[in-house]
Nanobody, 119 residues
Framework: QVRLVESGGGLVQPGGSLRLSCAAS????????MSWYRQAPGKERELVAT???????NSRDSVKGRFTISRDDAKATVYLQMNSLKPEDTAVYYC?????????????WGQGTLVTVSS
């Protein structure tokens, strides 16, 4: 059974830090691009950062220099280190895995973890 389980969310003050984790099971993440998305209340889900199977990283401009995505394939886990958090970072953060295999597009989602940035 394929699962992505996020953890590490919570309430943090502006300027604080959190580290999100995404634990994968039921598939081999080394073959997948792994991403973090977020969805703020009343807004559409948006891509935060992606790390490919080869380790290339892309992130949205608003988090560059503050958020860092990383992966540990041996632990089947992806991380999002979030520093200098702002109230506008408040959202549910989702882990995503995607690949193309044998001509098929495969994609998996976690259930999300809530991050609230507030004083």
């Amino acid at each position: 059974q394929v699962r992505l389980v996020e953890s590490g969310g919570g309430l943090v003050q502006p300027g604080g830090s959190l580290r999100l984790s995404c634990a994968a099971s039921g598939f081999t993440i080394s073959n997948y691009a792994m991403s973090w998305y977020r969805q703020a209340p009343g807004k559409e889900r948006e891509l935060v950062a992606t790390i490919t199977s080869l380790g290339s990283i892309n992130s949205r401009d608003s988090v560059k220099g503050r958020f860092t995505i990383s992966r540990d394939d041996a632990k089947a886990t992806v991380y999002l280190q979030m520093n200098s958090l702002k109230p506008e970072d408040t959202a549910v953060y989702y882990c995503n895995a995607e690949t193309i295999r044998g001509g098929r597009y495969l994609e998996f989602w976690g259930q999300g973890t809530l991050v609230t940035v507030s004083s």
